[in-house]
């Protein structure tokens, strides 16, 4: 290995290292540092670092791009005024050891800046010598995003973050609508820090890594072999392969041997690949890549791009590949850049008054009893400085905006989106930070505010590995033989639900029959086994089912399951199947006969003021005597208990009587938890005999106020007990029944798509009707307010009704009575007999009234028809009486 000290297009080189001699070949390093102690603010020369791989992707294209950036730099007099700009360059030869041992020798060149490298991995360990010489690091091509942390405070990126590549990759993960992936990765700092950032931007998205693949850097082809044969055995078909460019072309060659390429399969590659596809790859390898979507760093069009493209063109050397570039890539373009960003930077320093000085470092003297000469390290004293001007840079240079945030990443991160098919690269869209996926370069969005919502995510059609356009499912059940696990609660109660059976699948019920409905919608096979869950003596804990499920000791729970809050925090439910809410029944009119007959025995088929006056006024009083009888106190007790005082949920809580609940639902920590009802008075009830023993037994017999159970089963209270019960107050929570799936898992989607399809083409209809026809189909009247219960409040305004009307008819009558009886009087009495009366009365009015009432007593027992003739008599004698007394005179 040898070290270089070069000017433009001149190599100089000497013995690297030595462990009993000084370094070699630093005459020019020790010149510039002469020349930089002057007391002159602009020295003649300084000196830059520069640390890369030279044989590989990466290495051969920026090597030229450091010799063309050094020459346009010191070629422009107005850039650096007179100072010369030279690079020391060394060759890392991807080894961690050799390229800390080379970045020591560099230093000894009293170097203002360190470029490179372009490994992850070294950059780890060349961050802390940069850190004890305060030497800035500016890598364009080392990625990990964990290179940006408080650690290495000396280090700067001048290329993209990979924090930022795995968020698009995130991106396209939800866009396409999967939910878990497999990573294939190198296992070293680049490659696990990657995937590290990858699953936490997969977690925002409600997605995951189900399988890491590592590998070891340098696997030969037989250990990737063994590594994607387990990876297929996982039920994701999302494969991200974050590895390295000059070796991870052999995973897509054993990803081919093995089948893994075919239709059904998706490969999402980093930035590595179109990295090694620019640097020109063999024609043939484009076979291996057919389907597979890529990512590279998004470098905007320019002029000066286009003209550096083609000026690439003239420096073919040795180092450069023979493809249709000539081995140039983007990082070509970073590595230029970040000269220029150095000599923009070390002018703007030095226009700022600042020098650039050395000093030793006291704790590299402490190892001068070793043969290795770490006293030729200084440190940089304006190095800290010197930082902080590159980091406030803000100019535009061959890959865009060169501007940096508060952590040190460029701003405006942004990614082509490339599909490689039969023609090759084809670019499908742009993603960035600014507005997501798009069809438009990034540029155009920077001046309106940033807009990543789904709806305006959009990218052109992609060719997926087997020449599909139509977006892969992404998942198949485990190549690995085990069918999917199935547990169905072993009820005691409501069989016709879900219980066990003596056949095939071992289990029936109206749940079973929807979810093979369902299976057998999905346009693929699902191997499955049913397991029941509980002893079979009592309805088993719904909630500790679910529980199995999210403990992974069930892929699926199938049956009456209550889609409630607490347990979508565990597990993933499916598209409703069951509308369902809590509800009340509670005791209602036992016959609606009894009703009928009040109401003729109340009602009046005659006349209500027929017959005599006795008997009219016993009428009235019997019928007002009935009304309060009939509803007579909370309790109903006449007419066999005819209403319950529980009219709703409210009027429930206020209570202190006992509730009941059917045992194993979610009823009982409902009413404790959200309800904060004491759990002394709820009695969890076996069976359905128990529901109707306790509520026919009431509070004060030992049984229940009321039960709070679920519609579905209420119905079928109802209809067995003959519609004896009824439902009182509201509904008072809305839910759903569904299959509990394990979190994120795909076939929850598919079966809430096939769950969906059977409601619209009235499947669901069909198999309810076959298991959930009573023999009375009881009305269940859920109320708008919880003021439901028929009582004696209830009828208020009847009763003011007839108490008006009863007034009225009264009046009427007293009033017909009276004219009646003053119409009667004998007509031998003379006005001198009517004075004298009406004078004796005011003297003697007991005597009167007593005379009056019985006279009065007497009109009112005459029938209506004697009356009427009386009055027709005494009306002819008048008039006869009165022609008499005309004819006399």
């Known amino acids: 290995m040898y070290q270089v000290v070069m000017t433009p297009f001149v190599f100089l080189s000497g013995p690297l290292f030595s462990f009993d001699v000084d370094f070699n070949g ?31 992707f990466i290495g051969r294209a920026a090597k030229p791009a450091f010799m063309v950036a050094i020459e346009d730099v010191n070629a422009d007099q107005n850039i650096l005024r007179g100072t010369k700009l030279n690079i020391v360059f060394h060759d890392s030869n991807c080894s961690g050891f050799v390229g800390t041992m080379g970045a020591l020798q560099v230093m000894e060149n009293k170097v203002v800046a360190a470029i490179g490298p372009q490994s992850s991995g070294i950059a780890h360990l060349i961050s802390h010598v940069a850190n004890e010489l305060h030497v800035p690091l500016l890598s364009f091509a080392a990625t990990d995003p964990t290179l940006s942390s408080l650690q290495y405070p000396y280090f700067l990126r001048s290329t993209q973050n990979d924090y930022f590549q795995m968020n698009a990759i995130a991106d396209f993960v939800s866009y396409c609508r ?3 992936v497999v990573a294939i990765f190198v296992d070293d700092e680049y490659g696990r820090n990657g995937i590290s950032v990858l699953g936490d931007a997969l977690a925002k998205k409600r997605a995951k890594i189900s399988y890491k693949a590592a590998f070891r850097p340098g696997a030969d082809k037989s250990s990737l072999h063994d590594l994607l044969v387990s990876a297929n055995l996982m039920e994701s078909r999302i494969f991200v392969v974050h590895v390295n460019p000059d070796s991870g072309l052999n995973v897509f060659s054993v990803a081919k041997s093995l089948g893994m390429m075919e239709s059904g399969y998706v490969w999402i590659a980093t930035d590595w690949l179109l990295t090694a596809w620019d640097s020109g790859l063999d024609p043939k390898t484009m076979d291996l890549l057919q389907g597979v979507v890529a990512f590279r760093h998004y470098t905007p069009e320019s002029n000066e791009k286009r003209r550096f493209k083609a000026r690439w063109k003239s420096l073919r050397t040795k180092e ?68 902080q001007v590159i980091h406030d840079m803000n100019y535009t240079g061959l890959t865009g905006q060169i501007e940096f ?8 991160p942004a990614y082509d989106v490339i599909n490689i098919n039969s023609r090759g690269p084809h670019r499908v869209g742009y993603w960035s930070n600014h507005t997501g996926f798009s069809v438009e370069p990034p540029e155009t969005f920077y001046s309106k505010p940033p807009n990543t919502s789904t709806e305006h995510q959009r990218l052109n059609e992609i060719i997926w590995p087997g020449g599909v356009t139509k977006p892969p499912r992404g998942w198949v059940f485990p190549d690995n033989g085990e069918p999917l696990k199935i547990g169905v609660p072993n009820r005691v109660s409501y069989k016709n639900y879900a219980s066990e059976e003596k056949n095939q699948l071992g289990v029936k019920g109206y749940c079973i029959d929807i979810f093979e409905a369902a299976v057998e919608l999905l346009p693929y096979p699902v191997p499955r086994t049913y397991i029941l ?3 079979g003596k009592r309805n088993p804990s719904y909630d500790n089912l679910v529980n199995e499920v999210a403990s992974n000791n069930f892929d699926v729970a199938v049956g009456d399951i209550t889609i409630v809050t607490n347990r979508t925090k565990f597990v993933d439910f499916t598209q409703p199947f069951m509308e369902s809410g809590l509800v009340v029944p509670s005791f209602g009119f036992l016959n609606t006969g009894l009703m009928k007959s009040s109401v003729d025995l109340l009602g009046v088929k005659s006349s209500p003021f027929s017959g005599l006056a006795s008997q009219q006024c ?6 007002s005597f009935l009304y309060s009888c009939f509803f007579r106190g909370e309790h109903g007790e006449h007419f066999g208990e005819l209403t319950s005082r529980i009219e709703g949920m409210d009027s429930l809580i206020t209570s202190s009587e006992p509730i009941g609940v059917q045992d194993g639902t979610f009823a009982y920590k409902y009413l404790v938890n959200e309800l904060n009802i004491a759990p002394s008075r709820i009695i969890p009830l076996k069976n359905e005999e128990d529901y109707l023993s306790a509520l026919q037994l009431g509070p004060r017999g030992g049984g229940v106020a009321a039960i709070v159970d679920e519609l579905p089963y209420i119905k079928a209270l109802l209809s067995n007990s003959n519609c004896e019960f009824r439902t009182v107050g509201q509904e008072f929570t809305r839910t759903g029944w569904g299959f509990a799936f394990q979190r994120d898992s795909p076939l929850a989607v598919d079966m809430s798509t096939a769950i969906l399809q059977l409601s619209e083409e009235g499947k669901l209809e069909k198999i309810r009707k076959k298991w959930l026809t009573y023999s009375h189909e009881c009305s269940v009247q859920i109320a708008d307010t919880e003021n439901y219960q028929l009582s004696v409040q209830s009828f208020w305004g009847l009763f003011l009704i007839c108490g008006i009307v009863w007034f009225i008819a009264l009046t009427l009558f007293c009033w017909k009575v009276f004219w009646q009886c003053q119409g009667l009087r004998p007509e031998e009495e003379s006005d001198e007999v009517r004075v004298s009366e009406e004078a004796s009365s005011s003297r003697s009015g007991r005597s009167l009234r007593v005379g009056s009432f019985k006279d009065l007593i007497k009109v009112v027992d005459k029938r209506e028809v004697e009356i009427k003739d009386m009055l027709k008599q005494k009306s002819s004698k008048k008039l006869k009486a009165s022609q008499s007394s005309a004819e006399t005179p």
């Open 405 to 412: 945030d508060s952590e040190k990443n460029r701003i405006n």
């Open 320 to 387: 450069t590949s023979g493809g249709d570039d000539d081995g140039f890539n983007s990082y070509a373009m970073y590595a230029y850049d970040t000269v220029w960003l150095v000599a923009r930077a070390l002018d703007v320093f030095f226009s700022q008054g600042n020098r650039v000085t050395f000093s030793t470092d006291p704790n590299l003297r402490k190892t001068n009893g070793t043969n290795i000469k770490f006293s030729a390290l200084s440190v940089f004293n304006e190095g800290e400085r010197f930082l």
């Open 618 to 623: 016993s009428s009235l009083t019997y019928s």
């Open 26 to 56: 630093q005459g020019a390093g020790r010149e510039s540092f002469l020349r930089n102690s002057s007391f002159s603010s602009r020295p003649s020369s300084v000196n830059v670092g520069a640390l890369f791989t030279y044989d590989s």
């Open 178 to 180: 999967w939910r878990e």
């Open 533 to 535: 869950y509980g002893d």
